[in-house]
């Protein structure tokens, strides 16, 4: 299973950014599909989730700024993130809420892929 999550880049303040996240590889629709951050020396942490049917989830700090939207039932979703504030700079990744796992040697650790970049200038 590949996550790939793309689209991030410099932006300043105020300004938006459309994201795109693929999940291929398996014949699974992924229910719900979630938008993550890398919390400094935490865990990743959802900020905004959606399930197959298209219904949007959203966490307090993006709520009202952004939206995520689904294709479907497809594993392709895409996160608009607008009113950026340089707080937001962070690298973002997609996963499965749970996140997806592989599991090896009867040990299951979780799967992500390399998430995109997003830096929002002052």
């Known amino acids: 299973v590949q996550l790939q999550a793309s689209g991030g880049g410099l932006v300043q303040a105020g300004g938006s950014l459309r994201l795109s996240c693929i999940i291929s590889?398996?014949?699974?629709?992924?229910?719900?599909i979630g938008w993550y951050r890398q919390v400094p020396g935490q865990e990743r942490v959802p900020i905004a989730s959606?399930?197959?049917?298209?219904?949007?989830n959203y966490g307090y700090s993006v709520q009202g700024r952004f939206t995520i939207s689904r294709e479907g039932a497809e594993n392709v979703v895409y996160p608009q993130m607008n009113s950026l504030k340089p707080e937001d700079t962070d690298v973002y990744y997609c996963n499965g809420i749970p996140p997806l796992v592989v599991v090896s040697d009867g040990t299951e650790t979780a799967h992500w892929g390399q998430g995109t970049l997003v830096t929002v200038s002052s």
């Open positions: 959606i399930s197959i049917g298209g219904i949007p």
């Open positions: 590889g398996t014949t699974s629709n992924i229910n719900p």
